[in-house]
């Protein structure tokens, strides 16, 4: 049994030693051969003394050639030229003038003379052969060529494996394509790599037997081929992130880093990897073994999310259909359809969204997908309401319902300035047809459209309305009062009277000056203060006996008005209200218009903001006379 020592190795190593001594090697020795190297086209008509080398194929030149033996598969014949071109006699016939040559060498085809005279053809550019004796066959057309010759031994040959060497464990027949023989005469210059060799002993048997023999142009040649290292089977376990399929403890190179299998034959897999194609080899485990030919190995990365938000669904779209994906930390799986449903905390954000690592590749890049915030609805505002109806201040592009406080629909929604139910005026809204002493709740918001989601609907002010009036007794009718904020001093409300004196406004609660003017407006009378509390009023009859009359003088009117009414009524009507709420009659329809005589004389009503689950609630509701 062989060293496995490669020979190839040494025989360099002392080549080149032998190159850098300047030592030759001999050009030809016992048990050498002889190899051929160089086909050079030779075109010329005239011939000198040496030896040729002739084919029936003009176009062999190749200056990469070489052969260990006489390359009879392409040429036809190896000649020596042994003199100048003289005339040629055959038997009894005379063929002009040819060179004379012998037959050095010939392929099975050539005539098997050993010497006659190669002729120039000037009509067909090539050489014909005849043999001295008569009868020549294949006689041409022949095309020249000259070829380099040099001596070789088994010091000159080189031996290593080729790059698609790729032996099995156990027992391996070595071809000529798993080696690569070089002949090197480095005083001459040469390095050729030659095929044409054959094999003495081509059997190994991994680890024991590794060495194989060579005929190498009638050279013997022992190599001790080395094992090559099985070719990597790795592949990629994505849900734990590593490569698995090594051999435990043992090298490899991946994309050119080296790598070391963990004892369970796993290595990490690198972010680097990810949405390539890795390359592994296994690195010879010692000098009797070649690094394994390459795995070429697919690490799949999944696609980023394409995902978009569909607020007319609230839902994002465009995922694939049932599988997990993680936004903003949080992990989600899309639906038969591929979609995710919108989360309320999302709105107003940027996701960060991305598939998750699955059995077949690893998680995607990170898609960051700006969410718009629900835009701000406003809180509806009553500007006017009556026995039957309510009034607000309409907002562009707002939405509007009225609802009873057990959520029943009472108007449908509307548009500003759409269809529904209600009458629309530029800048409100009046909603008809509502129901005496019943509580409504106004709601609005803003609509989807495919830019932004639906704002969150708003209900009702959270201020309460309380129905104040009366009737102001005096000739100088109809008269007009002005409604002023006690604090602030700003003018609130001005209501004229009716030809009766009757009146009728709408208030928060608060606290209230209270002046009446002539129907000329340019004499005033202070008439009072009003108090309307936060909650539980149920109206308030505020009666003014005497009016400024336009003849009487300046002085008069302060004096009398002040002096009576403002003290009397407050005190009146809040103890009266108790025992009277019992006759008012729940069906009932309010009159728009005050009565007189023994009918309730204002016609009073009401209208009180409730606090419920639900927003804030308009209630409807109409007051007892005060003389029942």
């Not at 030149?61 to 006489?70: I, K, L, R, Y």
Request: proline content about 5%; glycine content about 10%.
């Amino acid at each position: 049994m062989k060293s496995k020592k490669s020979v190839a190795t040494l025989m360099m190593c002392c080549l080149i030693v032998m190159g850098l001594l300047g030592t030759k090697i001999p050009a030809y020795a016992d048990g050498g051969g002889v190899m051929y190297y160089q086909l050079l086209k030779n075109s010329s008509d005239t011939l000198s003394a040496g030896n040729i080398y002739i084919s029936t194929n003009g176009n062999l030149e190749d200056m990469s050639f070489a052969s260990v033996n006489f390359p009879s598969d392409i040429l036809s014949a190896e000649l020596e030229v042994t003199g100048d071109k003289e005339n040629a006699t055959y038997g009894s016939g005379t063929y002009g003038d040819g060179y004379p040559v012998n037959v050095i060498q010939r392929d099975s085809q050539f005539d098997s003379c050993d010497d006659g005279h190669l002729f120039y053809s000037t009509d067909e550019g090539a050489w014909r052969y005849y043999c001295n004796y008569g009868g020549a066959q294949n006689a041409g057309p022949y095309y020249l060529y000259s070829v380099g010759t040099v001596n070789f031994t088994e010091q000159n040959i080189l031996v290593s494996e080729s790059d698609t060497y790729a032996p099995g464990p156990g027992a391996n027949t070595i071809t000529n394509s798993d080696l690569n023989v070089h002949i090197v005469v480095l005083d001459q210059g040469l390095d050729y790599q030659v095929t044409n060799f054959t094999f003495l002993d081509d059997q190994v048997n991994f680890p024991d037997d590794v060495t194989v023999t060579l005929d190498v142009g009638g050279v013997s040649v022992n190599f001790d081929m080395r094992g090559k290292e099985a070719v990597p089977m790795a592949q990629v376990d994505y849900m734990n992130g590593i490569l698995t399929g090594f051999e435990p403890g043992a090298a490899y190179t991946i994309n050119g880093t080296p790598y070391t299998a963990g004892a369970d034959g796993n290595i990490a897999a690198d972010d680097g990897w990810k949405g390539t194609e890795i390359s592994i080899v296994k690195t010879a485990v010692d000098d009797n073994y070649v690094d394994s030919d390459t795995q070429l190995l697919p690490v799949v990365k999944a696609a980023v999310p394409q995902a978009a938000a569909n607020y007319p669904n609230e839902q994002l779209t465009g995922l694939a259909a049932g599988v997990s994906y993680t936004i903003n930390g949080t992990t989600y799986t899309a639906d038969a359809n591929g979609n995710v449903p919108v989360q309320e905390a999302w709105y107003g954000t940027t996701l960060d969204i991305s598939q998750d690592t699955s059995s077949t590749e690893f998680a995607s890049d990170v898609q960051q997908l700006p969410v718009a915030a629900r835009p701000s609805a406003i809180v509806p505002a009553v500007t006017a309401r009556d026995d039957t109806s309510l009034t607000i201040r309409s907002e562009s592009g707002h939405v509007y319902r009225v609802l009873t406080t057990d959520g029943q629909t009472a108007a449908d929604w509307l548009f500003d300035g759409g269809e529904g139910d209600a009458d629309t005026t530029e800048g409100q809204i009046t909603f008809a047809g509502l129901t005496e002493n019943t509580a409504y709740i106004i709601e609005a918001y803003i609509p989807v459209t495919d830019e932004a989601p639906q704002s969150v609907p708003v209900s009702s002010q959270d201020v309460t309305l309380c129905r104040v009036g009366g009737k102001v007794n005096g000739s100088d009718l109809p008269a007009v009062i002005k409604i002023t904020d006690k604090a602030a001093g700003g003018l609130v409300a001005e209501v004229m009277t009716d030809a009766q004196g009757n009146y009728m406004s709408l208030l928060p609660a608060g606290a209230y000056n209270i002046a009446i003017a002539g129907k000329d407006g340019k004499q005033t009378l202070d008439a009072g203060e009003l108090t309307i509390p936060a909650s539980g009023n149920e109206g308030v009859d505020f009666t003014i006996e005497d009016v400024v009359k336009e003849t009487e003088t300046p002085t008069e009117a302060p004096t009398e008005a002040p002096t009576e009414k403002p003290t009397e009524k407050p005190t009146e009507k809040p103890t009266e209200k108790p025992t009277e709420k019992p006759a008012v009659k729940q069906t009932e329809k309010p009159s728009a218009t005050p009565k007189t005589g023994d009918e309730t004389p204002l016609g009073l009503y009401l209208a009180v903001l409730l606090i419920s689950g639900a927003g804030i609630a308009i209630v409807l509701k109409r007051k007892a006379s005060a003389d029942k």
